[in-house]
């Protein structure tokens, strides 16, 4: 039998745990399922894989690999939704809660709308719809 893959939980490195915690539950409204300081487990909804904050050096030593690097981590996390008003209302969330928008929502050449936000430790979120 062949095994086939799915995406369970995402774990993120962040440089400040609570920070992130904050930023993610109170800021963009994920449910804290776990909270073990260094380790924060939030539930993204029905359907989503779980978003796993972690401190950045514990989470490269985990893999095994070096802490250091920083840039384009080669990698963006993508919200798609049915309306505009959505795409907005997340980036404004983003803002508020300590992210940056790095890029305005508009329309896309394709049709669409979407815009992109980075968390305090710089992960990109785009957030989109077909509409």
């Given amino acids: 039998m062949k095994a086939t893959l799915k995406v369970s939980a995402i ?8 920070r992130a915690k904050k930023f993610y539950g109170e800021g963009l409204g994920c449910e804290i399922v776990q909270d073990y300081g260094d380790y924060v487990k939030c539930d993204l909804g029905e359907g989503s894989s779980s978003l796993v904050l972690y401190k950045w050096e514990a989470a490269a030593e985990d893999a095994g690999v070096s802490a250091e690097g920083s840039g384009f981590r080669g990698s963006s996390f993508h919200f798609i939704t049915d309306s505009r008003d959505t ?13 940056t928008v790095v890029k305005e929502a508009t329309g896309a050449e394709w049709g669409g709308y979407s815009g992109y936000f980075s ?13």
């Fill in 87 to 99: 795409v907005d209302e997340v980036l404004r969330a983003a803002a508020a809660a300590g992210g």
């Fill in 11 to 18: 774990m993120i490195g962040v440089t400040d745990v609570a």
């Fill in 119 to 131: 968390d305090p430790d710089g992960h990109l979120w785009k957030v989109a719809t077909a509409t």
